[in-house]
């Protein structure tokens, strides 16, 4: 049975982490961790896990943990990762990887040369139909890929909390939801190497306050005292090795259509997919045919932890592992900082 801490205990952490390590045949949460010590124990109390602590050093003091997840701020995952790899624990950090590459690089290289597992919660890769079309895609069937287009739109949908702090989250919608569409286009095609990015990040929209609205996304930064410090809407153009162009959308609050989650198109020289919903584009016998295929839909969340799991246990190279974590953040940076200088960067 493997002892499992989770670092965090906010919505992530009590929707997507702890039912899935309690559910799982081999694993345990033995202790939660969170500064708020009343959240800490609420949670713990919840899910009917035994300890909680305010501090990562005070758990690692008195408990012997195999496993973690990271769900804190993302200016907070690569710290806290040192020292969980540093006493032989396996981490799980939720998305992005962190906020600095150089950081980055060297926690993911003390994981590799520690041998233990680095893995980023890349959810939208565990997706059955990402995994179909992942799978249509290596086999040929859309031929030599030349462009791709990723969106992850919302009208109204700014998260509340640190989440538009600058100094916490490292940047706004493109390291919230942009992260999932960069990540999964760009691992559906290959994770080809990237050569240059042109790219703008705009707080378009900011605070706001619109009626009838449900589902939580009605307001932006109710009732809190600091400004929005991140981007609202970002987009950038990608150039990869090999000729592929990926261009990238994501918003937390546009005056515009919104995509049915994130939404992508891929362009083939023999055929094309789109995705949400999944679809199929090529000719038969001369006829341009639209293609649907069956499936059944995943719980994309216990398919990751699990996943998590079954690396532990044997040792496996995660599917989103912590390099194309990496890989990711630095394909952000190079985005921001082409915003900021307003020309194209050049990895």
């Known amino acids: 049975m493997k002892k499992i801490a989770v670092i965090g205990a906010g919505a992530m952490a009590e929707v997507g982490h702890f039912p899935h390590y309690q559910s799982h045949p081999d694993t345990v949460v033995s202790c939660i961790v969170d500064q ?21 050093e005070t758990m690692l003091a008195n ?19 040192q020292k969980l790899l540093e006493n032989g624990i396996h981490i799980l950090m939720e998305k ?43 086999h040929g069937r859309l031929g030599t890929i030349y462009h791709v287009r990723a969106q992850y739109l919302r009208r109204r949908g700014t998260p509340q909390g640190w989440f538009t702090n600058e100094a916490l989250a490292g940047g706004g919608t493109m390291m919230d939801i942009g992260v999932h569409a960069l990540d999964l286009a760009w691992w559906l095609i290959g994770a080809p190497t990237v050569k240059s990015v042109t790219g703008t990040l705009k707080d378009g929209i900011g605070n706001y306050h619109t009626l009838f609205l449900k589902g939580g996304w009605n ?47 891929i362009y083939g020289k023999e055929g094309g997919a789109s995705l949400q919903p999944l679809c199929i584009y090529h000719e038969l016998d001369g006829i ?21 799991i079954e690396c532990m246990l044997h040792g496996k190279e995660p599917v989103s592992s912590g390099q194309e974590g990496v890989e990711v953040l630095r394909m952000l940076d190079g985005l921001a900082h082409s915003s900021q200088r307003g020309t194209e960067y050049t990895f």
């Open 36 to 56: 708020r010590e009343d959240r800490a124990r609420w949670m713990a109390e919840r899910f009917q896990v035994p300890s909680f602590y305010t501090d990562v």
């Open 63 to 81: 408990e012997e943990i195999d496993g973690a997840s990271i769900c804190t701020p993302n200016s907070t995952h690569l710290p806290i990762a």
């Open 96 to 138: 992005p990887i962190g906020t600095n590459v150089e950081e980055a690089r060297k926690v993911v290289e003390f994981a590799r040369h520690k041998k233990l597992v680095c893995m980023v919660g890349m959810t939208q890769r565990f997706r059955t139909e990402a995994m179909i079309l992942k799978r249509l895609i290596e």
């Open 219 to 265: 307001s932006a930064v109710a009732g809190s005292a600091k400004p929005m410090s991140v981007e609202d809407f970002g987009s950038g153009y990608f150039r990869f090795e090999g000729g592929v162009t990926l261009n990238v959308e994501a918003s937390w609050a546009i005056n515009g259509q919104e995509t049915d989650g994130l939404c992508i198109d």
């Open 288 to 308: 341009y045919v639209e293609s649907t295929p069956v499936f059944s839909k995943n719980d994309v969340l216990q398919e990751e932890i699990y996943h998590f």
